[in-house]
């Protein structure tokens, strides 16, 4: 059962320009999670899905940030005309179900974001 | 809201020796509590967990943590550190309840010397 996977790994993009982050969680899991780590600092929660549902997004900046997890296909995280506060490592992770003694989330490589 | 805290941001342990890493939490009830490992470019990996019963909970890699609900404490502790042991460790909390975001600490650096 392969990992959660991340992609790209690394990303380079120029103020102003977009930036796709692929997600695929484990197989069988419909749980999504999406973390932040800045620099010298510990992740920060982002964003929480399912299935085409956006569960909690409490940790999302309110503007140009977004993400989608369809019902085919990969969670995308999408950071529309980035700024250099956005150079960052972004994680995922996917949980099987919530809650329960056998709760674990399983985290991805990353993706390493540097806006220049 | 809850909140995690590492209190020690950097650690240095000679290879052979025992480690104690801190971790505090601040929640109304009784969390779900975590340490999760990173090494350098790398995602991050469960060393243990604990949700009940049983307060020292055995993880892999020769790891244990007790939590301490008087205290509000986490500790992560191993007899014998080796030079693979060196990495970022993060303590981290989750409410549970059918929404599981984590809320990480700021992590604690561990360098292992020969």
Known sequence: NAGVMQNPRHLVRRRGQEARLRCSPMKGHSH???YRQLPEEGLKFMVYLQKENIIDESGMPKERFSAE???EGPSILRIQQVVRGDSAAYFCASSP?????AYEQYFGPGTRLTVT | AQSV???DIHIT????ASLELRCNYSYGATPYLFWYVQSPGQGLQLLLKYFSGDTLVQGIKGFEAEFKRSQSSFNLRKPSVHWSDAAEYF????????????TFGTGTRLTIIP
């Open chain 2, 91 to 102: 303590c981290a909390v989750t409410p549970g309840f059918g929404n599981e975001k984590l």
């Open chain 2, 13 to 16: 342990v000679s290879e052979g």
């Open chain 1, 69 to 71: 997890f369809p019902k």
């Open chain 2, 5 to 7: 805290t590492q209190p």
């Open chain 1, 32 to 34: 999504v999670y999406w």
């Open chain 1, 97 to 101: 179900d919530a809650g329960g003694p």
